[in-house]
C-alpha cells in the first residue's frame, strides 16, 4: 500500500513540519508541494533542513495535477483555504490545517473571522479533526479540519471534565502560554527576536481570541448547554509549545480519574502521576501531550495542565493522525520521533 | 549628605543589581561587601560587568566594620538573614531582602519555611517592605523586610482591589510567570541553560509556593477577613521579569478605576490605558511596574496584569527605594534607569 | 547650559537607544522626535518601555522647527540620510547614525553600498565618528559620521595595533559575533525568533560587508599604505552584543602593552588582564568595550577579543559620546548606566 | 537479527540522546542503563522526555549482568570511563562517549587531560571513531572511542584538505562557536540560564582546549608532518549544535572540489553548493554535517564552515553510527529523524 500526497502551502512552518513527519512514514509518499509566492523554488532553499529529502520541486497550485493525489494536507491561510479546497476534485480526501472549516456554523466562522464563509457546502462535510474525540468521523471523512492549536490544548485538558460534568461548567479559566511558532512564518514586528526574546505577554486578552470559537462549539457541544470559558493567551520566548493551565472548580480525585480514564488507551495523550505537572520541553517535536492534575490548598478547586508541541500535536502530527486513519494506516505511523531535549 | 552602605551576600544577583543601582545614587557611598565563599576576590572576578566600578574587595561579614556604615543591604538566604541580622549592633538601618522577616506571625514563618524562626524579637520591629503601601513606616523603621518578587507583583494588581473590597474576595487567581533570575544563582539541574531555554512549565502548583504565605498576611489584613487566593507560578525562559495574570470576579470599570486612584501618584506605578495589556520586556533593568486591566467577555469577569522586572522592582530596586525613605532622599534617587529594550 | 535635541528615524532601534541615553543626560533635552510612517504616534504606543518619559509625538521631518534645534541625532536608513541631512540647515550640528557619511572617497561608497553618493559635498565635512580616535576632530565638527557597529568593535581590537605596525599587515583575520539587533527593526524572515532562537550562521562571508569599507578605509589611513583584512560576521542569538575575535600575528606582550598604552586615559575602553578574555553578557547596555589579549600556543601568534553593545557603544551611545564633545559636555555625561546582568 | 544494548551513564545529555536515537532503531534493544548517583530511578523522573518509551529502570553499573548484552554505549565522565571499561567483560563490544580513548599515545593523553592513563593496554585497541575517516576499522573494532564534538566538526571541514596538501599547513585557524549541551549536564555557575542566555564568549583561548590533541594527532597522521592549527572555541547562548568556521590558505574551487570528492558517498555529510554557508538550527537534532566553502576577496585565501548537532553527529549519533557498523547494521539505521526546525 502506498499513497501520493500533496501539501499546498509548504513553505510555512506548518508545512515543514508536516514534511518533516511524512519523512518518516511508511508508505505515503510526497508527490507535489505548493507555494505561490515561492513557486519554482527548490525546497533546500525554502528549508535548507529539509536539503537531504527527495522533495519535488514548489509549485503554484493549478500546476499540480491532482489526478493522482490521494490525500491533500492544505497549510494554506485561513479565507485562501476554503477558495482553495472548493476548487478541488471531489475525489481527494483532504486535511485542512486553516481555521475555515473548524466551525461548523457559518454563522459563528463570521462572528469569529470577520468574513462570511464562502464554501458553506463544504463546510457541511468537513468533520472536525480533534482525532481522539471523532476518531470514527475521521476515519470515513473526506475533509478533516485541523484544529486550533490552542483549542486542541485546552480540550485535552478540559472537554472529558466537561462531558462528564465533573467541574463547574460556569467558571472556568484557560491560561494559556504559547511559544511563538504558532504564530506562522509571517513578517511582523512583534515576531522578530529582538521583539520578543527575553520577554513574554499576554494578547487577545478578554475573550476575543479566535480559538474561542471552537472552544464554545466544542464545549458546548458536549454539555448540551452552552458552556463558555475564559481563555487568556500569552506569548512565550521559546519556538515550540503549548502550556495550558486550566483553573476549574471540583474534585481533584475525580478530575484525575476522569482524564485517565478517558486516555487510558491513547498512544498520545499521557496523564502523568496525579500531582506533577508537565513541561513544554518534554514533548518537543513529538506528537505526545502530557497531562498533569494537582489540588489547590483550597478545597473544590483543581489545576489541570496540559503540554504539547504546536506544530506537531497542535497542527502536523495532529494533521498526519488524521490522514493515517483516512486511508487504513496504523494511527501512529510516521508520528513516534521522540521528544528533543535539550 | 552622605551615607556609607555594606551589601552583605554580594555575589548573588540581587547584592549585584543592588550596586548596579547605587552606582547611579546621588550620596550612598558603597562601604563594604560581603560573601562568604568568595571572600577576598575583587569584585571584577566576581561580577565582571561591575569592573569599571570602584568597589571594596568581597570580605566575610565578621571582617566589616560596621562602626562607619549606616545601612546594610541583607542579601543572604533565609534562614541565614535572621541568624546574621539578629547579631548586627542596633544602631545600623537594614534592609533585608531574604524571606525572613516578611511574615511578622511567627508561627505562619513555621508554616511556610518549615523552622522555627530564631529571631523572633527582631521580627517584631521589621516592616513590610512593599513601599507604595507601607510608606510612612518605612520611613522611620530599623529594619525593612524585602517583599517576595512575586508576592511584589501580585499585590500590585490585587491588593487595592482585596483593599477597597471591589472584588469577590473567595475567587482569586493569580497565574503567574516568572524569568529565572527569580530563582537566584543556584546551582540546581533545572537552572542550566540546556534545561530552560525553549520549555516552561508551572512549579510549587496547587498553593505550596511560599509567596502565597505573604498573599495570606498582607490580603487578610487589608481585607479584615481572611482572603486566600489561588497562585500558580510558572517558570519562563527569560532572565529578569515576571508577568502576573489575575482573574477577578467585579465590576471592570470599577476595579479599573480603583487602580488609577490608588496609582495616581506613584512614582513607579502605571497604570496602562484600559484594555491594554503589559510585557515584561518592556520594564526590563528598571524600577517599573505597569498594569493592565481588560474586561472579560464574561460579564463581571475582569484580567488584571501586571508586569515588573523581579531583580529591580521585584528585590533590590524595591530595596533601594525602602532605603532612600530610611536616609532621606528622594524616593527615585537611583532608580530612574531606563528599561532596556530591545 | 542646555541644549535642544531632534532625534530623525526614531521609530527604530538605533532610535530608541539614543533616547534611552538621553534620559540620564544632564542638559540635553528632546526637543523633536521623527518617523515618517509613524508620525503622530505617540511614543508610549511605539516603544512602551519609555512610557514614563515625557517625550514629544513623533512627526514627519518636515514637521520640525529645527530653529529651536541645536544638535541632531539622525538614525534614519543609509540613502534617506544622505538626503534629508543635505536639505537640513546649515547651522545645525548632526551626528548622523547611518553609514552615508562613513567612507570619505565617494568611489569608495559607490563600490560598497552600490549607488552613487548624492551629497558628495556634505560628505567633505563629515568626521568618521570613532571617539577614541578622532576626538579633536568631532569637538570642533558638524557633522559627524557614526560608525558601524562592526567596525566599531573591530578598529577597537586592532586599530592601534596597525597603527603601531606591531602585527602583520597582510594576515589580520576578523571573525565576529554580532547580535540581532545589529540587523534592526526590518521585517526579515530571517530575523523572526522562530527563525533565530536556537541557531547561528555565518553571513556575507568572503569580504563582501560593507563594513569592510570602513576597515579598508581606516586601516589603510593609520598604516599608510592598504590593509585588507579578512572578515566574517556571523548571527548569534542573543538581542545586543558583539564579540570579535581577531588573529593576528606578532608578539602577544607587545600587542597587548600597545593596546594598554593605547586606551590607559580612556573612559570607556577597559583592558583586561592579559590572558584574560571579555563576553558580551558583562557590557550589555553599558557603553563600555573590553578588550582582552592572549597568546596563541604557537609562537608569533595571539587572538585580541573585543566586547561591546552594538546598539550601545556600537551606535547610540557612541553617537551621545559624540554630540557631548560637539556641544562641550563631560564625554561621559549619559554614559554611565552599568552593565545589565543577568 | 536482534542486539541488546546498554547504556552506561545514561542520565546525562549524551545517555538520553543515544536512547533517543534507538528508539527508533529497527532491531537494538536497550536492555540495561546505568546512573551511578540516581540509581533505582525510573527514566521518566530523570528524561520525563523519555516517559513513553519502555525503557529498564537505572541500575549502578555492578548491578548489570552483561552475560546478555551485546554492546555497551560508555556515556560515562573521562577517567571514570576507563576505569570502567577496563573492568568490562571482553566479549562486550564498546562504543565510549568519553575522551579516554581518544589519544592513541598515552603521553598525549596526560599532557591533555593532566593524568596518566590507568588502562594503556586497552587504549591499544581503540580505534578513533570518525566513521567517515576509520569506516573499516570500526566494523571490525571492539573499542571504538568517540570522537570530540568540535574535533569531528574541526575534522569534518579539515581533514581532507590537510590529507590532500591542497592548503596551507603551517596556518590554519578555527574559530568554532559550541553551543551549551556540550558541556553537559553539569551544575557550574556559567551554564545557567541567567549567566548564559543573550551573552556569548571565548573559553579555552590561546590552544589549550583538549580537544586539541584529537586535531594534532589526526591532522600531523593525515598529514605525514606535525600540524598544529589555531584553535577557539566560543559559547553560544543556545541548546545544540556546532558552527565551526575555518580559515585557510589555498585556492577555493581546489579546496570546494577537494571537499565534494570527499563526501560524495556520504550519507550524512552535505556540501552545499558553492559559496553557500550553513546554519545550526538546519542540522539540529539530526545526524547531517552541512558544509559550506567560499572564496575570500583576498585571492588564496578561503573560508569552509560546517555545522553539526553537538549531540547527534558530535556524539549520540555518532555511537549510533559507529555501533551500527560493528553489528553489522546498515550505516543509517536509526539516524534519519529530520531536522527540527523550527
Redesign the interface.
Known amino acids: 500500500m502506498a499513497h501520493n500526497i500533496a501539501i499546498l502551502g509548504a513553505s510555512g512552518?506548518t508545512g515543514?513540519e508536516t514534511?518533516?513527519l511524512l519523512?518518516?512514514h511508511s508508505a505515503m509518499r510526497i508527490a507535489a508541494l505548493s507555494a505561490e509566492r515561492k513557486a519554482g523554488m527548490d525546497m533546500a532553499q525554502v528549508?535548507?533542513?529539509?536539503?537531504?529529502?527527495d522533495l519535488p520541486n514548489l509549485q503554484k497550485i493549478e500546476e499540480i495535477n491532482f489526478s493522482t493525489v490521494d490525500l491533500v494536507f492544505c497549510a494554506l491561510p485561513h479565507e485562501t483555504s476554503q477558495a482553495v479546497i472548493r476548487g478541488l476534485p471531489k475525489s481527494l480526501k483532504i486535511v485542512d490545517m486553516s481555521a475555515d472549516f473548524r466551525l461548523s456554523n457559518p454563522d459563528d466562522y463570521k462572528k469569529w473571522y470577520g468574513n462570511p464563509h464562502s464554501a458553506v457546502e463544504t463546510q457541511a462535510e468537513a468533520i472536525y479533526g480533534l482525532t481522539e474525540f471523532y476518531r470514527d468521523d475521521i476515519r470515513s471523512a473526506r475533509l478533516v479540519a485541523g484544529t486550533g492549536c490552542n483549542a486542541a490544548t485546552g480540550q485535552f485538558a478540559l472537554r472529558p471534565l466537561i462531558s462528564a460534568g465533573v467541574i463547574d461548567l460556569d467558571?472556568i479559566?484557560l491560561?494559556l502560554?504559547c511559544a511563538?511558532?504558532g504564530a506562522g512564518?509571517s513578517?511582523?514586528?512583534n515576531?522578530?527576536?529582538?521583539?520578543?526574546?527575553?520577554?513574554?505577554?499576554?494578547?487577545a486578552?478578554?475573550?476575543?481570541h479566535r480559538h474561542?470559537g471552537e472552544f464554545d462549539q466544542e464545549f458546548s457541544k458536549v454539555a448540551g448547554r452552552p458552556v463558555?470559558i475564559?481563555f487568556?493567551p500569552?506569548l512565550?520566548?521559546?519556538?515550540?509549545?503549548i502550556?495550558a493551565?486550566a483553573?476549574v472548580k471540583g474534585e481533584a480525585q475525580t478530575v484525575y480519574q476522569t482524564l485517565v480514564a478517558q486516555y487510558a488507551d491513547e498512544p498520545f495523550i499521557?496523564m502523568l502521576p496525579f500531582?506533577e505537572?508537565?513541561?513544554?520541553?518534554?514533548?518537543?517535536?513529538?506528537n505526545?501531550c502530557?497531562i498533569?492534575v494537582?489540588?489547590?490548598?483550597?478545597d473544590g478547586?483543581v489545576?489541570v495542565?496540559a503540554?504539547l508541541d504546536n506544530?506537531t500535536k497542535g497542527s502536523g502530527g495532529q494533521a498526519v493522525q488524521n490522514a493515517n486513519l483516512m486511508l487504513g494506516y496504523d494511527e501512529t505511523d510516521g508520528l513516534?520521533?521522540?521528544?528533543?531535549?535539550?
Chains 1, 2, 3, 4 share one sequence.
Open positions: 512552518y515543514a514534511i518533516r519523512a518518516g528549508f535548507p533542513h529539509l536539503r537531504h529529502l467558571d479559566i491560561d502560554k511563538v511558532s512564518r513578517l511582523k514586528e515576531l522578530l527576536h529582538a521583539e520578543l526574546s527575553e520577554g513574554y505577554h499576554a494578547y486578552v478578554g475573550g476575543v474561542l463558555h475564559q487568556t500569552h512565550i520566548p521559546a519556538n515550540r509549545g502550556l493551565t483553573y499521557t500531582g505537572t508537565p513541561g513544554t520541553h518534554h514533548v518537543r517535536g513529538s505526545f502530557h498533569g494537582v489540588a489547590d490548598r483550597i478547586r489545576i495542565i503540554a506544530l513516534m520521533p521522540v521528544p528533543l531535549f535539550p
